[in-house]
């Protein structure tokens, strides 16, 4: 893996909630995976990502095209499915600092659809991740930060240089330690760590030794990110 020191956009600034203040260093960030949704058929609509986002949270945005238009949806999009660019315009802008907005690239060929949207977007922090590799070299312009995938199926993530961060994924087991991490963030790199129960496995393990690591990190923390489908609960639990 080639480290990177550069640091183009500092994105793990989240806060605990909106309205207090606090050192952007030395804490984690809360990715909610399909918002902060209170149903289970809330999930992955706009009210369960303005939810997260007034909270203070980051949240996991899935991402594809649909009539020529991106449009927010997890599984086949359909014509109700929401546009991105109908999200971004609507959704309320908290005093604050910005929250972080990962986009999951789900298709091929959307680079210049996502920039043209995500430019100029005001209180958010974009960055796109899950693209195929071959899509990947559309996105190393340098505009829209980029997270490469690590999984036990790859380990050696592709385009490691050009990435501002890692997503590190585990879909069987929890195949790495806290040195992996470690590797990354002293890279210069963040890392946005995918909580075991998205892969309905038990979280409680993970979450023990992710506490204890973040504990320990003292600024390098904020680098740090759980995305999560629990992040109420993450929040509680990590003191963040």
């Avoid at 007034?54 to 929401?82: F, K, Q, T, Y």
């Avoid at 890279?187 to 979450?207: C, F, I, Q, T, Y």
Wanted: charged share 25%; aromatic share 8%.
């Amino acid at each position: 893996m080639s480290p990177n020191g550069s640091d183009r956009l500092s994105i793990s600034i989240v806060g605990p909630s909106r309205g207090h203040a606090r050192d952007a260093s030395g804490c984690m960030s809360i990715l909610a995976q399909g918002g902060w949704h209170v149903m289970t058929e809330e999930r992955d609509l706009p009210s369960a990502y303005y939810r997260a986002l007034e909270a203070g949270m980051g949240i996991v945005v899935p991402v594809r095209d649909h009539d020529g238009r991106l449009v927010i949806a997890c599984g086949p999009a359909s014509d109700n499915s929401p546009t991105l660019d109908e999200f971004l315009a609507e959704r309320p802008i908290w005093p604050g600092q910005p929250s972080v907005m990962a986009i999951r690239v789900c298709a091929d060929g959307l680079s210049r659809l996502l920039h043209r949207a995500l430019l100029k977007t005001e209180g958010i922090v974009p960055y796109l991740f899950g693209m195929s590799v071959t899509d990947m070299p559309g996105y190393m312009d340098g505009q829209i930060p980029i997270f490469v995938r690590q999984s036990e199926h790859e380990r050696q993530p592709a385009f490691y240089e050009f990435a501002e961060g890692v997503w590190l994924d585990a879909f069987e087991r929890d195949w790495y330690d806290a040195r992996l991490v470690l590797q990354h963030l002293r890279a210069g790199k963040h890392v946005a760590v995918v909580s075991p129960e998205l892969h309905d496995r038990s979280h409680m393990e993970l979450w023990k030794r992710l506490k204890t690591l973040h504990d320990e990190l003292g600024d390098l923390s904020s680098r740090l990110q759980l995305c999560t489908a629990r992040p109420q609960d993450a929040r509680a639990f990590f003191g963040v």
